[in-house]
């Protein structure tokens, strides 16, 4: 039996860094821009460096400038696989540390995306001529997706932090005889890349940034990806901001203290501290807290001011208040 004269090593695995990838998926005017903005600053809080947005809509990432602190890309088409890696390689030299792309739907159907290559192929080769453009469809697909493949190999290999936007649209599947069947808001790509994020999240008309964690259609679940290891954070509703972005960098830091905890909690553990009625109790309810789990730096001072501030109350408190 023949065998391979590869040789291998191993060792005991231990948490590293790995790239944090995100996916967004939303129509629009449902926030996504202001989420992935909001988690990338919470990113950079752990990562250092500079945000850069690479901005395939319209230049409307400016709309934000008064609100967070970015370098912008305008990026306008062509859209193909090899003019993102550009533009991402642009970023990567000019050392960002955070990469929001608004949005990776023009490298699917924006004009030089992959479909639109596609059609140019059977434009040229097979005209109108619907069989023969049948007979090649999977022929004229094999250049744009040579070029996706190796855009998104390059992104897992330059290990950079990345939020990626999806414009979201609203399918079904034609049913014989009956009434369509509703798929629900899905992202508008074929890229293999959107199932390598690290987290997926789905935002649906008029979310304002708050997520749906457990969307009604079993094929709109597809956009939703919250990986067992910080599964316990994500709840209907829960708003994309900077505290999640800095957890998720501290996560894919491999940082050991990096929160597990279910951010309900957090609020509890202040409450506790809040209304503890004296010193001892105040102590008490402190170490309690700080042993329950395993809290970001930033949880840990907030609980920290919120115990501060109820000392000062309780000391300074008049004999005789209640």
Known sequence: MQTSPRTFEDKPATRERVPLLVGITSVSGAGKTYSALRLA???????????????????????????????????????????????????????????????????????????????EWLN?????????????????????????????????????NAIFCYRAADKVKPVPGKEPEKLGWQAETTS?????????????PGADGK????P????????????EQFRGWFKDGMQLDE???????????????????????????????EVAP???RLRSAYEQALKAHQWTPQEKRQLADAKDARKNELETRQPGED
Not at 211 to 214: G, P, Y
Not at 216 to 227: G, Q, R, W
């Open 192 to 204: 293999p890349l959107f199932y390598e994020m690290t987290a997926r999240f789905l935002l649906m």
């Open 278 to 280: 004296d010193l001892a």
């Open 216 to 227: 009604e259609h079993e094929a709109e679940k597809l956009t939703v990806k919250l990986p």
């Open 41 to 119: 600053t919470g990113i950079q809080r752990v990562t250092g460096g500079e945000i850069f947005g690479i901005d395939t809509e319209a230049r409307r990432m400016l709309h934000y400038a008064d609100r967070f602190k970015f370098r912008h890309v305008d990026f306008r088409a062509p859209f193909g696989p090899l003019d993102y890696l550009g533009a991402i390689e642009h970023a990567v030299a000019q050392g960002a540390k955070v990469i929001v792309v608004d949005s990776m739907t023009h490298e699917h159907n924006g004009v030089g995306g992959v479909m639109d290559q596609v059609d």
């Open 243 to 273: 505290a999640l972005g800095q957890r998720l960098a501290e996560w894919a830091a491999g940082t050991p203290a990096a929160s597990t905890a279910d951010p309900s909690w957090l609020p509890l553990a202040l409450s506790s501290l």
């Open 211 to 214: 997520v749906t964690v457990n």
């Open 124 to 160: 040229d080769r097979a005209g109108d001529d619907e069989g023969k453009r049948k007979r090649m469809f999977m022929l004229a697909q094999v250049k744009p997706k040579t070029q996706r493949k190796l855009l998104n190999a390059r992104i897992v290999q330059l290990g950079v």
